[in-house]
């Protein structure tokens, strides 16, 4: 029996958006931009490295004191000093950034300013922890570009677009997890339309062995808290086991063999998924008595394994013979 190839997990990128606050004070001074110095104090907090957030704001504000001229009409000069006691502006590092407009789950936020010098001191922008270095700059800049008086729809597009693919710091990858999946506990569907009446039963009876294995923890390789419900909603589960006629995925032969495709996210951008969202495993043309070794082969992949050396024993080299054997036992 042949074994198709399984398809690679689908990555997402987390997408924030930056957001602002009306001014309480608008309006034009009389005062030349070239002769007002902005200084700016960063609140790291204390779970965040105060030195990286420097960093960042520094250059969010080299950024628009080189563009500014070109960007605002005027020149604009910042003092960066992490400890000032009265700062003009303060960059805040939050946990989640709130009461910020209508935005929600905004990465950063800065009140909209005609003009910065007429602004109560300090001007606190914020932004959310957690990004990586190059995302927590993207946000500071168009956060800064705010304060500067600069919207959504002004230049440059590509720093004040209200959107922006962010992503966080590195995470461990699903196949470092102990359990890939937010949840221990996973939602299984069974569509079994394409199985025929009299393989119904021992269709099921196969699955409910494979799955009862990894829950008394597949020989050590699944956490002793992982555990399976069935439901009838296709959409619910996180775990789909379908038979359809052709299978879906780069099979060797699509008419006959087994393959999976995982969906995940991958918020920290370095195109592995960190987290599971979803496995569908797919069965075609196989006897009744091989569909829990299929199942469960697939299930280990689904549970973070890298290659077949990380899978349970069962699943590694098995003969055809193996295959349809109580290999659960």
């Known amino acids: 029996m042949r074994s198709a190839v399984a398809v690679g997990a689908v990555l997402a990128a987390v997408v924030l958006a930056g957001c602002s606050l009306p001014s309480e004070t608008l309006g034009a001074g009389t005062d030349p931009w070239s002769e007002t110095e902005f200084v700016v104090a960063v609140d790291a907090g204390p779970r965040d490295s105060a030195d990286n957030y420097t960093a960042d704001t520094r250059a969010a504000i080299a950024f628009w004191e080189a563009n500014a001229q070109q960007y ?41 300013a005609d003009d910065l010098r007429e602004q109560p001191k300090p001007v606190t922008v914020r932004v959310r922890r957690g990004f990586d270095r190059e995302s927590t700059r993207q946000v500071l800049k168009h956060e800064f570009g705010h304060i500067l008086g600069q919207g959504h729809d002004d230049r ?74 069935r439901v009838d909603d296709r959409a619910a589960a996180d775990v789909v086991i379908a038979f359809p ?29 960190e987290r599971y969202t979803r496995a569908e495993i797919y069965l075609t043309g196989l006897a009744p008595d091989a569909v829990g070794w299929h199942v469960g082969r697939w299930l280990g992949d689904a549970f973070g394994a890298a290659d077949e050396s990380d899978l349970a024993p069962p699943f590694r080299d098995a003969s055809y013979e193996d295959r349809r054997s109580d290999w659960w036992r």
């Not at 009461?99 to 789950?105: N, P, S, V």
Request: one cysteine or more; proline letters at 9%.
């Open 245 to 273: 006629n052709e299978l879906p995925c780069e099979a060797i032969d699509r008419s006959r063999g087994s393959c999976r495709q995982l969906t995940g996210i991958d918020p920290d951008g370095d195109g592995a998924s």
């Open 156 to 229: 440059p597009a590509d720093v004040m677009m209200a959107k922006s693919t962010l992503a966080t710091e590195p995470r461990p990858d699903a196949t470092e997890r102990p359990v890939p999946w937010r949840d221990p506990e996973l939602a299984v569907y069974l569509d079994a339309g394409n199985v025929s009446a009299e393989d119904r039963a021992q269709v099921r009876e196969q699955m409910g062995h494979a799955l009862d294995y990894y829950a008394d923890g597949a020989a050590g390789t699944v956490p002793a808290n992982v555990s399976f419900r």
């Open 72 to 112: 605002l009409g005027h020149p604009v000069e910042f003092t960066l000093r992490p400890d000032a006691a009265d700062p003009d502006v303060v960059v805040r590092v939050v946990a989640e950034v709130t009461d910020c407009g209508t935005e929600e789950h905004a990465a950063g936020c800065a009140p909209l």
